[in-house]
């Protein structure tokens, strides 16, 4: 299932636990079983704010690395305090052209140096997930399953330093 539409709106917390909400544009997941491999979608999501560069290009074969980029910027949100590219242009409000012909050419939204050069271990570590979140190249792209595990490696040294301190 390709969700399309991971923005921090559709991040809810049940019981301390996140879960995603509102599955209006989802898509479930076909397989080409003469090719072996998945069946891409076109792009279809309309907020230039949270599409991946693929999206932006208008590809006819999304894969489920959209959602990946897109959880990119749902850390962005977490570490920045802001959403991505609202510091871009006065006002906070880029333009969906603006938008798209950064993200074409491959360009992030800008991180804060307070952000980038935090000593704060958390933050590094969810800044590390979110940069692998934002591989360009889709097929260089790590999986969903490999960034939870990136991050479950940091919270298992996290948790080993602080028993330590």
């Known amino acids: 299932f390709f969700f399309l539409d ?3 709106a559709n991040v809810v917390s049940v019981n301390g636990t996140l879960k995603l909400n509102d599955f209006n544009i989802g898509i479930i997941l076909r397989w080409n079983e ?7 979608f076109p792009a279809q999501y309309p907020n230039p704010q949270w599409r991946s ?5 208008n590809s006819q074969h999304l894969t489920e690395k959209v959602d990946v980029y897109s959880l990119g910027h749902i850390f ?7 959403e991505p590219w609202n510091k871009w242009e ?6 969906k052209e603006f938008i798209d012909s950064k993200v074409k050419q491959g360009m992030l939204p800008t991180i804060p140096d307070h952000v ?20 360009v ?3 260089n792209r790590p999986s969903a399953r490999s960034i939870a595990n990136t991050l479950n ?3 298992e040294k996290l948790t080993k330093s602080s028993q330590h301190t």
């Open 137 to 139: 190249e889709p097929t």
């Open 153 to 155: 490696r940091s919270l």
């Open 6 to 8: 991971i923005t921090p």
């Open 90 to 95: 006065p006002g906070g409000k880029p333009s």
């Open 53 to 57: 560069p693929e999206e932006a290009l």
């Open 76 to 82: 962005f949100r977490l570490i920045c305090g802001h």
């Open 116 to 135: 980038r050069n935090s000593k704060d271990p958390e933050v590094q570590a969810v800044l590390k997930a979110m940069l692998q979140c934002y591989t």
């Open 34 to 40: 003469k090719e072996n491999k998945q069946c891409g």
